[in-house]
């Protein structure tokens, strides 16, 4: 049986315990606490349930350095997160504006599925890296991924965001040149 957090009652003496899982811990907004008994019970105790309810905290809080000790205890403890938990990561990173560390998760994840895809092509389209965005596209064709409505609606964010880009810069480009010959 998992180890449980216990926390006690706002009596000091009084000999009444309430037993709180991590998930628990989590939706009452005890994050710390939650990572505290994540670091306790070590290898082989925590499962999907518990992972899935620190990074969906994490997301909401979008709580960084919380968020990436979670990551790391999966990777010391061995824990072979499926490809829900992995697209939770990837979330995680692109909603912390770490697009780096959540496209190392997505070339990492043996199994990538149309919310892997999109997620990282959204948040890419979102963050003005358009150009990321539609090469992450083409490659997501080229491995036979399956795009839904969601993907086309960030692809065509990215393709609206390179043609923006675009007059604005040649525009400053020409401003320049004419004060050059001035």
């Not at 560390?101 to 358009?130: C, F």
């Not at 065509?156 to 400053?172: F, H, I, K, M, R």
Request: charged share 20%; net charge positive; hydrophobic share 35%.
């Amino acid at each position: 049986m998992k180890l449980l957090h216990r926390s006690f009652s706002s009596f000091p003496s009084s000999p009444l315990q309430t037993f709180l899982t991590i998930p628990q811990l989590c939706s009452n907004g005890r994050l710390q606490e939650a990572l505290l008994d994540m670091a306790v019970l070590g290898p082989n105790m925590l499962g999907f349930h518990d992972y899935d309810a620190l990074l969906n905290t994490c997301v909401n809080k979008r709580a960084l350095r919380e968020g990436q000790r979670v990551h790391t205890h999966m990777i010391k403890t061995s824990y072979f997160p499926p490809t829900y938990l992995r697209n939770r990561l990837l979330i995680f990173y692109g909603k912390c504006d770490r697009l780096a560390d959540a496209h190392k998760v997505l070339d990492e994840m043996p199994d990538k599925n149309v919310v892997s895809w999109t997620a990282m092509i959204s948040r890419y389209s979102q963050t003005g890296h358009s150009s990321e965005a539609l090469t992450l596209f083409a490659e997501m064709m080229r491995a036979d991924g399956k795009p839904n409505h969601f993907t086309f609606a960030s692809v065509l964010t990215s393709c609206s965001g390179l043609s923006v880009g675009v007059p604005e810069a040649a525009e400053s480009r020409n401003e320049s040149e004419l004060r050059d010959l001035r």
